[in-house]
């Protein structure tokens, strides 16, 4: 039985994202952990509130958290179990993952905000952080199956047997088809992502429905967003590409972007070192 990690804080976004990842389970028979990180405000901080007071807030977090998962077992019958973590949220999240031998991590995703996009949040620290896919679920999407799969590929240089594996094991629990597309500034590369060895070397194809199709453009985001309107897909996948010190100075990573502005739910490949 795969385990997947939701996290949440209670927000609308995160519970959306809840129910979402809940009817997902139901459909795969996956198991649920909740993930909630306490948090304490500034200003509580600030008045040097008691040590009761702490305790307080955390028997207060821990019977919420309790409820929500009682509330999913209930409405979905599914197994769910929850971990309450307070501290750093990344290194928290990664010790909740060693522990509960998660598959992959679900997110909700608030509309963009300035501060979003000056400063980064939770999921987009996630995406460039975590060894784990992360499904981020925009706040006003609902399950209703996955049926078709856009895989937005960039070149074999960020593609890794690791991340294949995570994209073809999810193809096949949903029995999904798959669009491989690809943006580029010449066609001429389009022989290299059809006969990349990396993406179908050590797979039955057989099994698969996939096709392939490439646009030139040297506006990426403006392309995926175009062919997610035409094809109407109901998952994107994407592979964040890891820049270095230099390079995160001129390229903002384009799977962020997505997370910000996506319509659709995103599940992002970490790409691991195999």
């Known amino acids: 039985m795969k385990t997947i990690?939701?996290?949440?804080?209670?927000?609308?976004?995160?519970?959306?994202?809840?129910?979402?990842?809940?009817?997902?389970?139901k459909e795969n028979t996956y198991r649920i952990v909740l993930f909630n990180l306490q948090t304490v405000s500034i200003h509580a901080l600030n008045a040097q509130v008691s040590a009761d007071?702490?305790?307080?807030?955390?028997?207060?977090?821990?019977?919420?958290?309790?409820?929500?998962?009682?509330?999913?077992?209930?409405?979905?019958?599914?197994?769910?179990?929850?971990?309450?973590?307070?501290?750093?949220?990344?290194?928290?999240?990664?010790?909740?993952?060693?522990?509960?031998?998660?598959?992959?991590?679900?997110?909700?995703?608030?509309?963009?905000?300035l501060e979003q996009k000056l400063l980064g949040n939770r999921v987009t620290k996630a995406i460039h952080r975590i060894k784990k896919p992360i499904l981020i679920i925009p706040a006003h999407i609902e399950y209703t199956g996955i049926r078709k799969i856009l895989f937005a590929y960039d070149t074999h240089k960020s593609m890794t047997w690791s991340s294949m594996n995570d994209i073809y094991y999810f193809i096949n629990d949903f029995n999904a088809e798959i669009e491989v597309f690809n943006v580029s500034e010449s066609l001429e590369d389009f022989t290299e992502v059809i006969h990349d060895i990396d993406l179908n070397s050590g797979y039955d194809l057989d099994d698969i429905k996939y096709s392939f199709k490439m646009i030139q453009s040297i506006e990426v985001i403006k392309a995926i967003e175009e062919e997610i309107r035409l094809s109407s897909p109901d998952l994107l996948t994407m592979v964040p590409y890891q820049y270095n010190f230099v390079e995160s100075l001129f390229h903002r990573s384009k799977t962020a972007i997505m997370a910000y502005k996506n319509k659709i739910p995103l599940l992002s490949i970490p790409l691991n070192i195999d």
């Open 53 to 113: 007071f702490f305790y307080a807030q955390t028997l207060k977090n821990q019977k919420k958290i309790e409820d929500k998962t009682a509330e999913l077992k209930r409405l979905y019958a599914v197994e769910t179990q929850y971990h309450l973590a307070s501290g750093n949220f990344i290194e928290e999240l990664e010790k909740c993952i060693q522990l509960c031998g998660c598959d992959f991590v679900v997110m909700g995703m608030a509309e963009k905000t």
């Open 5 to 25: 990690i939701v996290c949440t804080d209670f927000s609308q976004e995160a519970e959306n994202a809840t129910h979402y990842a809940s009817s997902m389970a």
